[in-house]
């Protein structure tokens, strides 16, 4: 009888010992994530809705190579978790106050070192041309089986695509004269 107790309290101690071991799972997930891994995979998930070639699957594949590659690269130079969340938050309060625009741009580059601001700055680069390259191989048939805010970003970034209307093909044709 004695054994038979000693099993049973062996067995609860063993039980709850490794019941405790387990990590929260939100830690657990935001550890194992790369930089930009996690906006890639998002949108891998939007993009599995929709049918890929294989032309189409390399391109993306090569385009979120790169977005992971620069995301770790400004990770490195102090783009931080910490950081972003401060940047986050200070937007949130900014745009609960009713600030649009310019007088967001200025709300949010308070409280920030330039050297952060230029991470941000970089960031948001590095995400538009994601955006911009995920958007030109994909066909208008396939946007449109895209949910609704996935469309919204990538016709965004189509739009205000990286060098199209920036002082390009200005004044072609006409000279200023020295005379």
């Given at each position: 009888m004695k054994k038979l107790i000693a099993m049973a309290l062996v067995a609860c101690l063993a039980t709850s010992a490794t019941a405790d071991d387990k990590p929260d799972a939100k830690k657990k997930r935001a550890g194992n994530r790369a930089a930009g891994v996690w906006m890639a995979e998002n949108l891998g998930k939007a993009l599995q809705k929709v049918e890929l070639t294989a032309e189409q699957k390399e391109k993306w594949s090569e385009a979120k190579k790169g977005f992971v590659a620069q995301m770790d690269?400004?990770?490195?130079?102090?783009?931080?978790?910490?950081?972003?969340?401060?940047?986050?938050?200070?937007?949130?309060?900014?745009?609960?106050?009713?600030?649009?625009?310019?007088?967001?741009?200025?709300?949010?580059?308070?409280?920030?070192?330039?050297?952060?601001?230029?991470?941000?700055?970089?960031?948001?680069?590095?995400?538009?041309?994601?955006?911009?390259?995920?958007?030109?191989?994909?066909?208008?048939?396939?946007?449109?089986?895209?949910?609704?805010?996935?469309?919204?970003?990538?016709?965004?970034?189509?739009?205000?695509g990286q060098g199209k209307g920036k002082g390009k093909g200005k004044r072609k044709g006409k000279k200023k004269n020295d005379a």
């Open positions: 690269e400004l990770k490195a130079a102090g783009l931080t978790n910490e950081l972003k969340k401060k940047r986050t938050e200070a937007q949130k309060e900014a745009r609960d106050a009713g600030a649009k625009g310019k007088e967001l741009a200025a709300k949010l580059k308070e409280g920030f070192s330039e050297e952060e601001q230029a991470l941000f700055a970089k960031q948001q680069k590095a995400t538009k041309a994601f955006r911009v390259a995920v958007a030109g191989m994909l066909t208008p048939e396939q946007m449109k089986a895209l949910p609704e805010q996935v469309q919204k970003q990538m016709t965004t970034a189509q739009k205000n």
